[in-house]
Nanobody
Framework: QVQLVESGGGLVQAGGSLRLSCVAS????????MGWFRQAAGKEREFVAG????????GYADSVRGRFTISRDNAQNTVYLRMNSLKPEDTAVYYC?????????????????WGQGIQVTVSS
């Protein structure tokens, strides 16, 4: 399994921005699709964004499309989630995940490694 460590979360006012980072402890980072998921209190974990191994194919949940941007730096073993125009409903624990194949995916079962999660709180 790949170890994943998220950073960059915190408290922000509605309309503000944050950038989450996720560093992977593997020499084969460039082979894996990566994704971000989130789980709000009392709700199921949901897909936020995914990116393929080469970084040229990305997908987003409808609720974040146009506001969030996923990217990756394979030289730094890092995947990012830039979050703009944040809303209170974006409040959740955000998880980074590594897929077991090069494609990105919207399905949690395609991801074999998960970070511990990081809290993002958006105040109104």
């Amino acid at each position: 399994q790949v170890q994943l460590v998220e950073s960059g979360g915190g408290l922000v006012q509605a309309g503000g921005s944050l950038r989450l980072s996720c560093v992977a402890s593997t020499r084969t980072f460039s082979r894996f699709g990566m994704g971000w998921f989130r789980q709000a209190a009392g709700k199921e974990r949901e897909f936020v964004a995914g990116i393929n191994s080469g970084g040229n194919n990305k997908g987003y949940a409808d609720s974040v499309r146009g506001r969030f941007t996923i990217s990756r730096d394979n030289a730094q073993n890092t995947v990012y989630l830039r979050m703009n125009s944040l809303k209170p409903e974006d409040t959740a624990v955000y998880y980074c995940a590594a897929a077991s194949h090069p494609a990105g995916s919207r399905q949690a079962y395609d991801y074999g490694s998960w970070g511990q999660g990081i809290q993002v709180t958006v105040s109104s």
